[in-house]
């Protein structure tokens, strides 16, 4: 049977990590390795590391680094930034990471969604849609470059797509809401469960595991992911890594 799985997501800059708010001031917490040795331990669902100036840099991904985390970890790992090609996903699988993302990509040439399927498996395709309110309705655009550039597609016309063309999962992340810790999007996240069957996760908001439970009973089984809640302890957010299922 199914269940939900709750996914730390690591931000990598400059092969260090940090954590921002609402894509804004990158604080430092810490070395990639460590966190990974340190999510073995907790024995977390999955963990998710993207670079989040690779797309910004046009460069592609640092697999010599990216191969001294995986080699550590004892988890199924996802990668995003700077992914382009077949090739670069091939790569990536090769080195041990189970699921690759793309986001700026995919919208720039849907057609990489199928070629990624065909080169390491639907399941291991995953597209990530980072949205935020727009105009006087307040309706999710989708954005790229760290938020700073608006995609021509609607995430409603998006998603759709995103199934068609092969993807294995669609994860979104709610620019408003990152780093705030004061909970999801739930009429986000029941939009995009109605539009797609696909496995879907959430990112942007989740501060405790309440959170995550509320996510989880309004639109059922489901990634539940989140940076902040996992990397941040207390008011005064000292950096302290951990983990917690509802």
Do not use: W
């Amino acid at each position: 049977m199914l269940r939900s799985r709750i996914i730390p997501c690591l931000l990598m800059q400059d092969s260090g990590l940090v954590k921002t708010r609402q894509f804004a001031d990158p604080k430092y917490v810490g070395d990639p390795i460590n966190a990974v040795k340190i999510y073995n331990e907790k024995e977390v669902d999955e963990l998710s590391i993207y670079d989040i100036d690779a797309t910004v840099q046009g460069r592609g991904p640092d697999f010599d680094h990216l191969r001294s985390i995986a080699v550590e970890s004892r988890m199924p790992l996802c990668y995003g930034g700077g992914v382009r090609s077949a090739a670069d996903a091939v790569q990536l699988i090769k080195l041990g990471f189970e699921k690759v993302s793309i986001s700026a990509a995919a919208l720039e040439r849907p057609a990489l969604i199928r070629e990624l399927a065909d080169a390491v498996g639907r399941q291991s395709v995953v597209v990530t849609l980072d949205v935020k309110k727009t105009g006087l309705l307040g309706r999710p655009g989708i954005f790229t470059h760290n938020g700073k550039r608006a995609a021509k597609m609607k995430l409603a016309d998006f998603l759709p797509l995103v199934e068609d063309r092969g993807a294995g999962e669609v994860v979104v992340n709610h620019i408003d809401r990152d780093g705030m810790m004061q909970g999801y999007d739930l009429d986000l996240a029941r939009s995009v469960r109605a539009a797609v069957d696909l496995p879907a996760t959430m990112l942007g908001g989740a501060g405790n595991v309440e959170h995550l439970r509320e996510l989880i009973d309004a639109i059922g089984t489901c990634g539940a992911a989140a940076g902040s809640m996992f990397v941040f302890n207390g008011v005064y957010r000292a950096v302290l890594i951990s983990y917690a299922r509802p």
